[in-house]
């Protein structure tokens, strides 16, 4: 029995263990396709994705350009998707960064119309270089500064006064804010009104459009001397005189002096001191001719100003003392003390004398030009005044007359 049922085992497997070998090696061919594949389609979809920004480039070109030539066309252009690649780099690159800004640009003469209040003015007018001496070659200029309350009716002998002189002085007009008359597009003045605020004759604000029409001249680092003028001022000299006088002084001329009475010490307040005492308190012209340095010392100036702001009001007249007791203060070794325009105040009053029309003769015109004595550079002189005030408008014309015979204009 025992040998039968031995008989009935059935034999070792082995078409088993083949049939197994089989699946394993059809899982493995059947990975390596699928892997094979992949590969396959993943090199395909590297080579589209490099070649999709430029085919984007192409379609946002095309809609751009039927837009360009269909302007009521609804379509937007599709969106930049800012991708990454050589070809936008190689399309940056060829547009160029942009210039970078060289000392030509930096000291140029800058734009008289610009969006600055009256602190940033200051500051920015404040800032000075360090170093004297200059990487660029430049011509100095004087700086003529008008400070009106409207038309410049005088304007024709200025133009004169500047013909054939350009690249050596600059203008700038301070005119009340309403006043809307514009100069022709030949003339020297035209374009040359600085941002400006009303003005009122005895405030501070006088003083506060003064040190705005320095503050815009500054911006021009050529402007060496600065004068300030009004509409009824006119030149007793010819540019060149003019020019040379001021560029060749080794003073300034701010009007300065001790004046006992109503209108001298007595229109000091109390309330100014520490900063300003009584010993300190000077009087002088509105008028005046300033260096650069102390152009900049004036805008710059948060000591004494706000005080002559402060206490300073009506029947005080600022802009006869702000600048007299400052200069005094601070430059008075510099300072020759006297003004360069001739003013007439024999006839008394707040105001000076006016002239019209028939005051205008050769003999007065000689009188102002070579009438007094001064000093000039530590040596006596007879040309004290460059310039004159108070002209009305109807003098003009025989200015215009004599002004190339008496004052050498061209």
């Not at 024709?156 to 002085?169: A, I, N, S, T």
Request: aromatic share 14%.
């Amino acid at each position: 029995m025992k040998t039968t049922q031995q008989q009935h085992h059935p034999p070792p497997s082995f078409p088993k263990h083949f049939l197994n070998a089989q699946i394993h090696l059809h899982k493995m061919i059947s990975n390596f396709l699928i892997f094979a594949f992949g590969l396959a389609l993943g090199a395909s979809l590297n080579i589209y994705l490099k070649d999709f920004p430029f085919q984007l480039y192409s379609t946002q070109n095309k809609y751009s350009h039927l837009s360009t030539n269909n302007p009521s066309s609804s379509s937007p252009p599709p969106q930049s998707l800012n991708i990454p690649t050589n070809q936008t780099k190689a399309k940056t690159s060829a547009a160029g960064p942009a210039p970078p800004i060289g000392l030509k640009e930096y000291t140029k003469s800058p734009n008289i119309l610009h969006e600055m209040d009256d602190d940033e003015l200051l500051w920015r007018a404040s800032l000075v270089p360090r170093r004297r001496g200059l990487p660029f070659k430049r011509t100095p200029k004087v700086a003529f500064m008008f400070l009106t309350r409207g038309r410049l009716a005088l304007a024709p002998l200025w133009e004169m006064f500047f013909k054939g002189h350009e690249g050596m002085y600059s203008v700038y007009v301070h005119a009340n804010p309403d006043f809307n008359d514009t100069m022709p597009e030949n003339s020297v003045f035209y374009g040359r009104r600085v941002p400006s605020k009303n003005v009122t004759w005895g405030e501070p604000n006088m003083v506060q459009a003064e040190r705005r029409l320095l503050a815009n001249a500054l911006l021009d680092f050529s402007n060496q001397r600065f004068v300030l003028l009004s509409e009824s001022c006119i030149p007793l000299f010819n540019f060149n005189v003019v020019y040379s006088y001021l560029m060749d002084s080794n003073q300034t001329f701010v009007e300065a002096y001790d004046l006992p009475g109503p209108v001298g010490r007595e229109r000091y307040r109390d309330k100014m001191r520490p900063q300003i005492t009584l010993d300190k308190w000077r009087k002088g012209s509105q008028w005046f001719e300033v260096d650069r340095e102390i152009a900049t010392e004036v805008v710059s100036d948060e000591k004494y100003f706000p005080v002559f702001t402060k206490y300073c009001t009506p029947s005080c007249y600022s802009d006869e003392h702000y600048l007299p007791t400052y200069v005094s203060i601070k430059f008075w070794k510099k300072n020759s003390n006297r003004t360069l325009t001739w003013v007439d105040w024999s006839k008394g009053g707040p105001h000076p004398s006016k002239f019209m029309r028939t005051d205008v003769t050769i003999d007065f015109l000689k009188k102002l030009r070579h009438g007094s004595k001064c000093e000039y550079n530590g040596k006596r002189t007879n040309i004290c005044y460059l310039f004159a005030r108070k002209f009305l408008p109807n003098s003009l014309d025989r200015l215009l007359r004599f002004a190339p015979k008496i004052m050498k204009f061209n």
